[in-house]
């Protein structure tokens, strides 16, 4: 089980998540809880460095912030204590996960989980830090955004465990955002490639290296509430037989990029390559990418997408290449990304067709279009995004199970 | 060097503490700093798991505890960076200090200091989390009260340092409490059994324990303010010539004592004993104790203080003992121990007379005596308590150096 920050901030929420612990551990499960820091105490931890250091980081920003999970987890070993159930905290360096790479993001490498099946045998419930590990160094590193998530399924796949219950505040994935979409139906199922499809469409629900693990290891994940006790969404192994036949199964809206088009590039086959290497070089990450032939002869039209945050340092980068082709740059802030996601998309263009007639019929302009065998996405003005969301969550008739 | 919670309360705080690790350093001093949980943090992590449950303790409750020197040390050191001097910050078990004993009050049962003095070869200042340590399970374990000074001084013992530097809230050890005393005048120098007889006497500059560490290492202690360059007061080891010299040197007030009187008791070898037997069966402390022969004929008084909070647990304890002795009991709560420490004072009765004929000279009962070679103390009425500091203030000349 994993109980992210806002499922454990305060004594009550932590006394909830604990009972959770405890009905598994009496239905005669092994339980191991991997736990956040509570509520806001991360944010608290890194504005305390700031106001010493505003460039604070490395190694001494790792030890400050590994304090937030030892809180969680001490705090919910003693309320699974106080409801009678023995109980040991771990923190990664007890619970024998080992990391290497940098502090603030570094990667487990391993995991030596005899300490935590000590306990298990021992009966207790184990808490364990997430987020952390130990480096070869012997100090405490942390593991980046999403950490938390990552020392869970890592934890299960260790432990070969086959399932990995995700705590948090949403009740499951669902065929789109229900505060966009009000008839959004939650999934009780969703294969790996299709979630990490989603959550490369902008759905925040888990991150990527989570997943991949997942999907790896082979351990299904319950994405649920904390604080409701009906059933969420499990993240499964793809069906062999299922994987024939195509279906959508969700919608995913990403307001966070911006749209950079070079017009009148030569369509040569080395242009669009270096134009992005200049990009790659600078470490700036491209999403979508999609180039055509434009009417105007021997010329071509390179479109792609990447976060807003990145989107004038990649103007910078582009600016002299571009006239240096003799090509022009536009940047579009104003824009969204719409995704549909499912399996056999690619092979099945009915699918396809269907999203472009339907932003066709509403009068929504498609600006970009990328395809992959499992999603299929379009960039839009910002204005239209919500309403092209509602539209095409009718139009593949997801709110019916 | 060790700092206090209220040395390194807030960020501010903290970068001034760090100015004196680095101004040290810049000396070419080698600089290991104890630093403890910043401010109230120590108190609203236990107000936290009291909240869970409230008789929280245990391995679970040391796991949480420890995050807050933890805290400390990481903002220390990114104080330290961002001032331009190499710092590393170690957890207790990453100093490697091995503890053992029960959660919440371990013992110190040793120090291997490898990864500190690697450090330090370095060139970087090390901060090491105090009131914490690694024990025999490879769990986090606290020390208890005043925990922080005793990593510092048992660290110091284990790097061979000559020094230690204690930074607080008090600029050195005075005379008598200032806030009594408005004339008393602060200490250059006083000895370990002195300053072991004051901390006994109530005052509360620094816990026995590391008292009797520094004494036993030789590491000479200088207590001093964190926040005023001055400085402060030095323990230091008996000078040889100077014991034979009688001194007083200080004087101190515990007003948190409560007196028990046993009266009409039979006056038998055996009889103190087996009242304070029943004490130490109850684990009761007793601080003074004093049997003098009653005017009644084969009968004898009983007298002894202990801590106000043990009182009424000490008088059920006694009431059956004294009932077969047919003796009567009585409690005393208001009442307050005015103390004289210095040196030889046993064997220079004029030392003694002073205070006897100075508490008469103003009108001052004294309830009770206890002496010993280094202390002589007086148990008065609570109202006569600060009076009868001053008074003996003047009568010994302590103001003048």
Redesign the interface.
Known sequence: MKFGGTSVAD?EK??RAADRALTARRRGLAVVVVVSAPGEMTDE?LA??R???SR?NG???D??M??GE??G???F???C??KGAA???L?GA?AGIEVSGKPGDSRIARIRPG?VLKELRKGRIVTVAGFQGINPQ???ATLGRGGSDLTAVALAAALKCARCEIFTDVKGVYTADPRVVSEARKLSSISFEEMLELAGAGAQVMQPRSLELGQRHRVAIHVRSAFHPSPGTWILPRDKGAAEKPRVCALALDRGQARLSVHDMPDRPNSAAQLLSRLSEKGIPVDLIAQSPSPKRGLAELSLTLPKGFASQARQALASACRSLKASLELREHVAKVSVVGNGLRRHPTASARMFETLARHNIDIEMIAASDLRLSCVVDSRCAESAMRALHKAYGLAKA
Chains 1, 2 share one sequence.
């Open positions: 004594p932590i006394q931890l305390l460095a106001r010493i250091d604070a190694r001494e920003l030890q400050l590994s304090t030892q809180v987890i001490s705090l070993a003693l309320a204590q106080s109980a040991s905290s923190t007890q300490r012997g100090d405490v």
